[in-house]
């Protein structure tokens, strides 16, 4: 029986065409059903904190969406990577390093793993608004496995000062499941 995945995604490096070729990538795989709200969100330093200054990084664009599958955890992480690697991801020992493309499960119905190289429900969703509005906006009752609460209540309030990309939002919803088949429209990048 298929389950309900958010995956996570960001870019800060040609972000919205990256973002792009990397859904489209995906949705090749897994049916898209819904893409959530994209936000720009500063890049994090090493204190957790928004970068600032001249020389920060570009900022991220930040979304989620939502498939409906019976995908092992494993697999799909797997096929996360290779989409990854397939657009130049860099893994560097600085995990705050800017990347063409970062997808990360979040959640996988009330599946609980930990295990040191996955662990779902993905640990930073309390900790990151870039992570928990755009899931509550896909799932809002979805109750998250570990605390008991539904991704709107953990989101609530953590949407103040977070910046919404239009365009990128625009863009990236255009990749759509219609009839069982890929239906896109690829903007000028």
């Given at each position: ?5 958010l ?7 040609d ?5 792009w070729?990397?859904?489209t990538?995906?949705h ?20 957790h ?31 996360l ?6 657009l ?24 609980i793993?930990?295990?040191?190289s ?12 870039f ?15 570990l ?13 103040v ?5 239009l ?11 219609k ?5 896109v ?5």
């Amino acid at each position: 029986m298929s389950v309900p995945i958010l995956i996570t995604f960001g870019s800060n490096v040609d972000p919205l065409a990256h973002l792009w070729k990397g859904l489209t990538l995906l949705h090749q795989k897994l049916p898209i059903e819904a893409i959530s709200t994209v936000y720009r969100t500063p890049a994090l330093g090493h204190d957790h904190q928004p970068m600032l200054g001249p020389n920060r990084p570009p900022d991220y664009l930040n979304g989620a969406l939502l498939t409906l599958s019976t995908i092992e955890p494993f697999t799909l992480r797997h096929l996360l990577r290779h989409i990854e690697d397939q657009l130049q991801r860099v893994r560097h020992k600085d995990r705050y390093a800017p990347r063409t493309l970062d997808l990360d499960i979040a959640l996988m119905g009330n599946l609980i793993l930990q295990k040191r190289s996955l662990s779902i429900p993905d640990p930073d969703i309390p900790k990151r608004n870039f992570l928990s509005v755009p899931l509550a906006q896909l799932a809002p009752d979805l109750i998250h496995p570990l605390y008991g609460l539904t991704l709107a209540n953990m989101a609530r309030g953590l949407e103040v000062g977070m910046s919404v990309d239009l365009e990128a939002t625009a863009s990236l919803q255009t990749i759509k499941k219609k009839g069982g088949g890929l239906e896109v429209h690829p903007p000028s990048f």
